[in-house]
């Protein structure tokens, strides 16, 4: 065990001597990555998100209140500054969609209002064309949303009323009574719930802004990418050091874990110093104010990047065992985190990307390392996120462990 630690210190001392390289590649990654997540944040929030959506409504003929209801929901500011809802037949809307002049065609029932207000819930038939665009998407999500909205304002009305019914009976009230019980807690909720609705902010980022949103995408970028500078630090033990130092009790596992130390101690002197100046000089990191206990939200913040730092350091190391050379290596390891950064909507937003590459992007490194990051900014824990990251580090490290001890 003595040999070990003896190994862990000259691997730490090793990397130190590369602290200078990797210094001046994290400013030049920090400028790239920076320049990157302003561009698609313009892309993503410009002047405009993207062109005015038009929409195809068709209406049941002789139901005045569905086109009374579709007129109230154009007018309202939020959905009249992105889309315009065109009144058409059924014949013209499927030439417009074919031809695109409509992103998606909404068909509404007869009798739709009555069945909001009755609790029948009639379905609005939302139809997009086979390849969506973005504006598709746009359209998508909002309706995706407000039928959320609206099924959780429901559930909550009927919940309220069921329990209303069920009290007045056992209290020995009228039915007059329970019915205007019922009729006042339905107007107090649908206040509360219409206040709710109409206070929300819609953000492709989700909980985070923009700056909070792009900036840990950064992060997590410049933090894989950080091993270029690096990179000779990475390269494979020759056979005769591995001879030695299994004589010596080291086996792979041990090595595996000792060059993740190295490195992921590189890493934490480049990261921390960076996180702590930004937060303690605006006074928050990111958007996360730091107030209350600062003590607990300083070492909240500093485990998860401690944590992101193990993470990218295993990646790392095992990228370098399989490519095996020093080219092959930085060359797998910036096409793979570009690659993969972009799928997990490092880049663009998840919600203008493809349904399945959401599903995989809390899977992929970098979405669970920027997840990782989210806890430490919103301080709202994700043990989701904790999970996956063990996880992570336990495949790559497994499959270091598995490339070190290959018979050649």
């Not at 691997?11 to 400028?31: C, D, N, P, T």
């Not at 990047?305 to 193990?310: E, G, K, L, P, R």
């Not at 990646?315 to 399989?322: D, G, I, K």
Request: hydrophobic fraction near 50%; include cysteine.
């Amino acid at each position: 065990m003595k040999s070990y630690f003896i190994l862990i210190q000259l691997e730490v001392k090793r990397a130190l001597k590369r602290l200078g390289y990797l210094y001046l590649g994290m400013a030049a990654l920090l400028i790239l990555a920076g320049t990157a997540a302003f561009l698609t944040g313009r892309l993503a929030y410009g002047d405009r998100v993207s062109e005015r959506i038009s929409i195809g409504v068709v209406l049941p003929e002789n139901d005045r209140l569905a086109g009374k209801a579709m007129s109230m929901a154009a007018s309202l500011e939020s959905v009249s500054s992105l889309c315009d809802f065109v009144t058409v037949d059924g014949k013209t809307v499927e030439e417009g969609l074919k031809n695109g002049e409509f992103y998606a065609v909404m068909k509404i029932p007869e009798g739709l209002v009555e069945s909001i207000m009755d609790g029948t819930n009639l379905p609005v038939r939302v139809v997009f064309p086979g390849k969506a665009s973005v504006e598709g998407r746009i359209f998508r999500e909002l309706t995706e949303a407000g039928a959320a909205i609206l099924g959780s304002a429901q559930a909550g009305i009927y919940a309220g009323d069921q329990v209303i019914q069920t009290k007045g009976e056992s209290m020995g009230l009228s039915p007059e009574e329970s019915q205007e019980a019922i009729a006042c807690s339905e107007q107090d909720l649908n206040e509360i719930y219409l206040s709710y609705s109409f206070a929300q902010k819609v953000s492709a980022t989700g909980d985070l802004d923009m700056v909070s949103y792009y900036g840990i995408s950064g992060f997590i970028l410049a933090l894989l990418l950080m091993a270029i500078p690096v990179s000779g630090y990475l390269m494979p033990w020759n056979e005769a050091m591995k001879s030695q130092l299994t004589r010596a009790g080291i086996g792979g596992g041990k090595r595996v874990l000792a060059r993740v130390a190295g490195l992921g101690y590189l890493f934490i002197l480049a990261a921390v110093p960076m996180w702590l100046i930004y937060g303690l000089l605006e006074g928050e990191i990111f958007t996360g104010k730091i107030s209350g206990n600062q003590l607990f939200d300083l070492l909240r913040q500093m485990i998860c990047i401690c944590s992101v730092c193990a993470g990218a350091a295993v990646l790392a190391v095992f990228l370098f065992e399989a490519s095996g050379s020093l080219l092959g290596g930085m060359m797998l390891l910036f096409l793979t985190a570009a690659a993969q950064h972009f799928l997990a909507g490092g880049f663009l937003p998840l919600v203008f990307l493809p349904g399945a590459v959401r599903k995989l992007a809390p899977f992929l490194p970098s979405g669970i390392l920027m997840d990782v990051m989210k806890i430490a900014v919103s301080g709202v824990w994700n043990f989701s996120a904790v999970f996956r990251l063990i996880l992570m580090f336990a495949v790559f490290f497994a499959g270091s462990y598995a490339l070190e001890v290959r018979e050649k």
